[in-house]
């Protein structure tokens, strides 16, 4: 009675569990006839149904979902081989990624289907161009070339193969390299709203930041960029370049704070030999050197530093200002007044610009006189005793009556060295020309030095004598006088 009892029991679960499998293989069968339907309807060579499927297709292009679109175009194809549109449509769209062999094969055996057709044919001789050119750009731009590969990659290849990444980076290179920053980081910037995890796209950017010398913002798409692959060798160049320029740089301006000036020399020195190429950044190099030389007194470095910054920005008026101050270092007085006038004709209010201005037009005008000094070869800050000695051993070696055969030369440098005298000896007068002040070179007094005869009659004065005399006058103790 027991086992009997048993069989009503188990027949009541065998059959629950046998109604739950059916139901689950039915819901599972209909789901797939629904999803597939339009594939399975399409391979069946129903017309409405490939439609579609295309018309699927081609919103997946225009949303530019074209992984999607190919999955769904090589499923069709596995399905049904003599789907010729399926072909047709892969071969678009792998055009239009510039996967050219394999769009070439599907144009190809779209073709074998549909022999002679014109638009397959004109697409595979688009295609055709769009890889010849292509190469072309490529080998052009590893030669050294930049612009027409750019033209190429623009009225060529990004026509027919719009969705390029590959061309659309080598657009990015040639920007670079044609120093058009603002471009390339306008199409790396589309290239990131495609995929924002572009690695290439994100290294690209960053020089073209790094280039207009944004440092900060070239330095967040490094870190980007490292973040996403901390082994990227580009990335990791680029990045601690960078970092290594800012050290450098701020090495320099520290040790200029500090003055300590020869260091900062070299400082800028290093920074300048990191990246000849980044001028945005090395003009800034350029000057803050020459300011430094300029204070230490080497004006021709100074010059070379300053004339590099201004072949960098030609309107650097501070650039053109210490340029200035490095040729009054050098004694260009007409150079130092050409820049530090058209500097103050860029910046007329500027009253700093308006002194130095003024300092080397004084230089200038000083520099046109003659020079005391230089006449009686002493130094400016040569004592009154050692003018007194230069005066009387140069009045001496150039007296008329001990260069007879050279007289008027002898004359005219008596005369100089006489002049001379008369302002250095007189600590008013030296203090006057020291300051650039005009000062009459007439007048020669003083007790008297004179030598004539039938003709003119000149007066010197030495203070002191000569122990002696020469001609026919004799020597005194108080002065001379010579006649000839």
């Not at 199409?187 to 960053?206: I, Q, S, V």
């Not at 007409?334 to 103050?344: H, P, R, T």
Request: glycine share 8%.
């Amino acid at each position: 009675m027991n086992l009997l009892s048993l069989f009503p029991v188990m027949d009541a679960v065998a059959w629950r569990g046998l109604v739950y499998t059916l139901f689950i293989l039915h819901f599972v069968f209909a789901c797939q006839l629904l999803l597939l339907q339009p594939l399975v309807s399409a391979f069946d060579g129903k017309p409405s149904n490939a439609a579609e499927l295309f018309e699927r297709v081609s919103k997946s292009i225009k949303m530019k979902h074209y992984s999607e679109a190919l999955d769904d175009l090589n499923t069709a194809v596995e399905a049904d081989p003599t789907l010729s549109e399926a072909y047709f449509h892969c071969g678009s769209v792998l055009r239009q990624l510039c996967r050219y062999e394999e769009s070439e094969k599907n144009y190809r055996k779209f073709l074998e289907l549909k022999p002679g057709n014109s638009v397959a044919e004109k697409e595979l001789s688009q295609l055709l161009q769009a890889q010849s050119t292509f190469d072309s750009a490529l080998k052009l731009y590893d030669s050294g070339e930049y612009t027409k590969p750019l033209e190429y990659i623009d009225k060529v290849v990004l026509v027919f193969s719009p969705a390029c990444s590959k061309a659309k980076l080598l657009k990015v290179k040639l920007l670079l390299a044609a120093k058009d920053y603002a471009s390339a980081i306008s199409e790396t910037g589309f290239l990131l709203k495609e995929d924002e995890n572009n690695l290439e796209a994100l290294l690209h950017r960053g020089r073209a930041y790094y280039y207009l010398a944004d440092h900060d913002v070239a330095q967040r798409h490094f870190q980007k960029g490292l973040r996403l692959d901390p082994e990227h060798g580009e990335l990791k160049k680029a990045y601690f370049a960078l970092k290594n320029l800012l050290k450098k740089t701020k090495s320099a301006e520290d040790n200029v704070s500090k003055g300590k000036l020869r260091v900062a020399v070299e400082d800028f020195k290093a920074a300048l030999a990191l990246d000849p190429n980044h001028t945005a950044h090395n003009v800034h190099l350029y000057l803050g050197l020459c300011k430094v030389l300029v204070k230490l007194g080497r004006g021709k470095d100074a010059l070379s530093s300053c004339t590099e910054a201004l072949n960098i920005n030609e309107e650097l008026i501070e650039a053109l200002v210490q340029r200035g101050e490095a040729k009054l270092l050098t004694e260009d007085w007409e150079g130092a007044v050409e820049d530090l006038k058209s500097a103050a004709q860029q910046s007329p209010q500027d009253m700093n610009i308006r002194e130095a201005l003024m300092r080397a037009e004084k230089a200038l005008k000083m520099s046109k006189r003659k020079d005391w000094y230089k006449i009686l070869g002493v130094s400016k800050t040569a004592s009154i005793s050692e003018i007194k000695r230069a005066y009387k051993k140069l009045a001496l070696q150039w007296h008329p009556d001990k260069n007879v055969d050279n007289r008027e030369e002898a004359e005219n440098k008596f005369r100089e060295i006489a002049a001379a005298y008369e302002v250095l000896g007189d600590d008013d007068k030296r203090a006057r020309y020291d300051r650039g002040e005009d000062i009459e070179e007439t007048g020669m007094g003083g007790g008297g030095f004179n030598f004539g005869g039938g003709g003119q009659q000149f007066t010197f004065h030495f203070e002191g004598g000569f122990p002696g005399g020469f001609g026919g006058g004799g020597g005194f103790p108080g002065g001379f006088g010579f006649n000839f």
